[in-house]
């Protein structure tokens, strides 16, 4: 099928399976989240990182972007590792690892007491292929806005760019926001449309990353979609979108909540900001 039949569903089925049905270099921002070392039961469905990682590379537009969320099991009192493994292995088939990003949750669930901290984050891999094409940064105010602050420097750590400079004087009122990102998980109205999905992301948190790596009419993919936050906020911010998931009942929870917003959409259309 040409990808144009693809386009705005939502797919029963292996992600890899459908995938190799697309064309190279189509998709424009992947978000998505796999399952995680087997924590929960997807309904006892097989996960093919590998093939996976591949087909996200090939699908993948130059200078789009994937943000893989994921975090480690621990099994055996050590924690897996699998999430790093997975953001080099991306790397290994030519991916950059642009940015190593956290969401971290303010409602954590409590866990028992096994002699460590409350786990409260997941890993935000954002991985690119080649120089990231879309960067619209979220900004947030300046704590010292405004104030004429003396002496201070900062420094860019990236090779190459080593530049030492003045703050601004007096400090700007904004600034790029930083990269450990804050939810609530599972409370908001919008989220509990999710409710029957075991591990649905905050849609907040996917409206950042659409708002950070697209423009108006991209094509926002995730594979592994689930209750289909990522589908949902595509259509509520204007940008076409493409989810699969193995489980016809998950789909069937994402096709609802999409349908419910392109439903409002018909009553007021989106227009680019
Ligand atoms: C962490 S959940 C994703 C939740 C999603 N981000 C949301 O907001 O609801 C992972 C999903 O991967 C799906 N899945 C597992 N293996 C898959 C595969 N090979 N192809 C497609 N989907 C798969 C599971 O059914 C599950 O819904």
């Given at each position: ?7 705005n569903t939502i797919i029963d089925g292996n992600c890899v399976e459908v995938m ?104 935000m891999f954002v991985f690119s292929k080649g120089v990231v094409k879309t960067h ?85 993919f995730d594979p592994m979609c689930g209750s289909g936050t990522t589908a949902r ?41």
């Amino acid at each position: 099928m040409h990808i144009n039949g693809y386009i705005n569903t939502i797919i029963d089925g292996n992600c890899v399976e459908v995938m190799k049905n697309f064309g190279e270099e189509l998709i424009d921002l992947t978000i998505t989240s796999p399952p995680y070392d087997d924590l929960r039961n997807y309904k006892g469905f097989v996960f093919p990182f590998e093939d996976i990682a591949k087909e996200l590379f090939r699908v993948t537009k130059q200078g789009g972007v994937v943000v893989w969320v994921v975090a480690d099991a621990t099994i055996n009192a050590s924690e897996t590792g699998t999430s790093f493994k997975q953001a080099l292995y991306f790397r290994e088939i030519g991916f950059n690892l642009h940015d190593t990003m956290i969401f971290r949750k303010k409602n954590p669930i409590p866990q028992i007491y096994r002699k460590r901290y409350n786990n409260e984050f997941e890993y935000m891999f954002v991985f690119s292929k080649g120089v990231v094409k879309t960067h619209n940064p979220i900004m947030i105010e300046c704590t010292h806005a405004g104030l004429e602050l003396n002496g201070t420097t900062y420094k860019n750590y990236s090779k190459n760019e080593q530049i030492r400079e003045k703050l601004a004087k007096p400090v700007r009122d904004k600034k790029i926001k930083g990269n450990i990102w804050e939810y609530v998980v599972g409370k908001k109205q919008e989220d509990q449309e999710a409710k029957e999905h075991p591990a649905p992301f905050p849609c907040e948190l996917v409206r950042d990353h659409i708002k950070s790596w697209t423009n108006f009419g991209d094509i926002v993919f995730d594979p592994m979609c689930g209750s289909g936050t990522t589908a949902r906020v595509a259509v509520e911010m204007g940008r076409k979108y493409i989810g699969i998931d193995i489980s016809p009942d998950y789909c069937e929870i994402a096709r609802q909540r999409v349908t419910r917003i392109e439903s409002k959409q018909t009553l007021f259309m989106v227009n680019e900001p």
